[in-house]
């Protein structure tokens, strides 16, 4: 008995010995200690490092970028929020923190023109009046002139993690940074983003650190339009988007989101596209889409390197995205995903617009990565029969490419439509210019006429006033298709067919979930409330004619009283409930808000009232509104 306790007390002093010797990698400048929740900053791995380190990149110089116009769902608090949470909890003690850093004019150029970056470096310099201007060129962009410089921290920062996960200086890492980014196409900003951080950080792993397989994972609600141009001809690269799509109704309204666009070139099926259609999707329709077909095609593939365009706007509660994954969801998703690639994920903040959800979401991803076991959910769910037919389609049309789900060639059921669970619809998602059939919405070839693509360019200032010079060598924009026309018709007049009609419910069932910021209503029928002001003069420095605050400020276009907006005192939508006025103007951006539709409103009608309110505020007509 002696000798057997001897032996043990010596095999125990020798594991605690091999414990404590760090791998050299990690001696320098790492301390070990226990933050609050009792854990160590490194961790015992299964793999074969003796530890786990997971890296954090926050930096709140970041929150500089802000629009000074309006309140906005992109906001500075959106990293404040979960950066907060995450130290309440513990996270950020368990975790070696990386020092934040600006991209350099190298990497943006790897996947962005030089022109695109040049006219990012002239808003530094420029009036913010004329920034104002030139934001309103793009699809849904706002800055300031501290944009450029939290666009390059934000860049800089993932690229950073990614460098030091690929070196194994950290098993994996996550980076709460903003701007977000996987919408900024090659040559110019779009959908809240400047530069596209994750396409940048990819590229940055194949062409600098020699990387041939790299798997992109995009879970925000909207499609990354952009990350899927930059590598769609790029078989070092796959690129998987599971998004809210509705038949291209849902931002940013294109074609190019559907599940037949699978890349090109020696890209040709590395670029997955797992649409969903006009169901209100959840944590169980996202797992399922994970064990049909991206676990398959991932493991088959055998990446070096994960990066996740972390979008929380996909979870419950988003006023975006109208889909309810929860938190427990997301820490799932990233469970699974540590299974490849030894570990090697990086994940970085991309959309989410309630603080609640994305604080809460980002810590489950950070316990995950930390080595936590994801939490239970609360109650059992089975994928509705619409997100399964998705998952169906996708399987079979890439069973040519990937081996790993060729059995699906020979699936053939049919799966009915449950409308049990239906999504939070709008007519932006409904509305065609042709026949309302989803079937031929998803195979109506798009236009290529040259002059329907000119006519989709935005206009407005001349390019040398944005820093750019005409004539330069940038890639011809990719045609993008526009989000569906948005008269508003009520619904028991809607030309339905039957499967609208059996997942349509009223609006305010869960409130409008498409991005109004981008598809503002062309037509309102409360548009016939407005009356014209007895001056053609607009007074845009009123003050709230009940609190008398200077912010947030808007104008009712019927009685044309002065109220304050919700994001203050909500005097204005106090009015709106009193006296049925829904039509307002506001005096920070010149939009037009309808209360009763629940969304912006832009119409000729109302050109009017925006120029006459553009001039009492900058001293000449709104080129928007000619």
């Not at 940013?252 to 670029?271: I, L, M, T």
């Not at 832009?602 to 553009?614: D, T």
Request: net charge negative; proline share 6%; aromatic share 8%.
């Amino acid at each position: 008995i002696e000798s057997t306790l001897k032996m043990s007390e010596e095999s125990l002093l020798k594991r605690l010995a091999d414990l404590t010797t760090n791998d050299t990698r990690r001696e320098s400048n790492d301390s070990v200690f226990s933050g609050s929740r009792g854990r160590s900053i490194y961790r015992e791995s299964i793999g074969g490092s003796p530890f786990v380190l997971t890296g954090v990149v926050y930096d709140e110089r970041m929150m500089d970028h802000k629009n000074e116009m309006s309140s906005h769902p992109e906001c500075p608090e959106r990293i404040s929020s979960i950066w907060k949470e995450l130290v309440k909890e513990g996270i950020v003690e368990c975790c070696k923190r990386i020092s934040a850093r600006d991209a350099t004019e190298e990497e943006i150029l790897l996947v962005h023109s030089k022109s695109h970056y040049d006219s990012m470096i002239a808003t530094r310099d420029m009036p913010l009046e004329k920034i104002f201007h030139i934001s309103l060129r793009f699809n849904s962009v706002y800055m300031n002139t501290s944009s450029f410089s939290s666009a390059l921290l934000s860049a800089g920062s993932v690229c950073e993690v990614t460098k030091e996960v690929i070196l194994r200086d950290l098993d994996n890492a996550f980076a709460i940074v903003r701007p977000p980014g996987h919408h900024a196409e090659c040559y110019k900003p779009m959908g809240f983003c400047l530069f596209n951080n994750v396409a940048i950080a990819a590229k940055m792993a194949v062409e600098k650190y020699g990387l041939t397989r790299v798997l992109i994972i995009d879970w925000d609600v909207h499609h990354g339009n952009a990350t899927q141009n930059m590598f769609y001809d790029d078989d070092r690269v796959l690129y998987i988007s599971l998004h809210r799509y509705d038949n291209a109704g849902f931002y940013p309204g294109s074609k190019d989101a559907d599940y037949d666009k699978s890349g090109s070139g020696k890209g040709e099926g590395f670029n997955i596209n797992i649409p969903w259609n006009f169901a209100r999707m959840g944590d169980a329709e996202y797992l399922a889409a994970f064990h049909h077909v991206i676990l398959p095609v991932a493991y088959e593939y055998n990446p070096e390197l994960i990066l996740v365009s972390c979008g929380f706007d996909s979870g419950e509660g988003d006023p975006l995205g109208g889909y309810k994954i929860t938190p427990e969801g997301y820490g799932h998703m990233t469970h699974l995903l540590k299974c490849l690639a030894n570990g090697k994920v990086v994940v970085a903040l991309e959309g989410g617009y309630n603080l609640s959800t994305i604080s809460n979401s980002m810590r489950s991803v950070a316990e995950v990565l930390l080595g936590d076991t994801p939490r239970m959910f609360e109650s059992p769910s089975i994928p509705n029969e619409i997100a399964m037919k998705s998952i169906k389609d996708v399987a079979k049309h890439f069973s040519v490419y990937w081996k790993s789900l060729s059995h699906w060639r020979q699936t053939t059921e049919i799966i009915t439509l449950n409308p049990k669970d239906k999504a939070p619809l709008t007519e932006d998602s409904m509305a065609s210019d042709t026949d309302s059939n989803p079937e031929e919405l998803q195979t109506k070839p798009e236009s290529t006429d040259p002059e329907d693509v000119t006519s989709k360019t935005p206009t407005g200032l001349e390019e040398e006033e944005f820093g750019r010079t005409k004539g330069t060598d940038d890639p011809p924009p990719h045609p993008e298709t526009p989000p569906p026309g948005t008269q508003p018709i009520p619904s028991q007049r809607m030309p339905l067919n039957p499967m609208q009609q059996a997942i349509v419910q009223s609006l305010e069932d869960d409130g409008n979930a498409c991005m109004f910021a981008v598809n503002p209503l062309r037509w309102c029928e409360h548009l016939e409330t407005i009356v014209p002001f007895p001056t053609d003069d607009i007074d845009t420095k009123a003050v709230c004619e009940t609190c008398q605050t200077t912010r947030e400020d808007w104008v009712c276009l019927t009685c044309h009283h002065v109220y304050c907006g919700r994001y203050i005192n909500e005097h204005m939508l106090e009015h709106n409930k009193a006296s049925g006025h829904s039509m307002t103007l506001s005096f920070a951006d010149l939009s037009v808000w309808c209360y009763i539709c629940d969304s912006y409103v832009h119409n000729h009608v109302l050109y009017p009232f925006i120029n006459a309110a553009h001039t009492n505020k900058f001293g000449g007509p709104s080129p928007q509104a000619k």
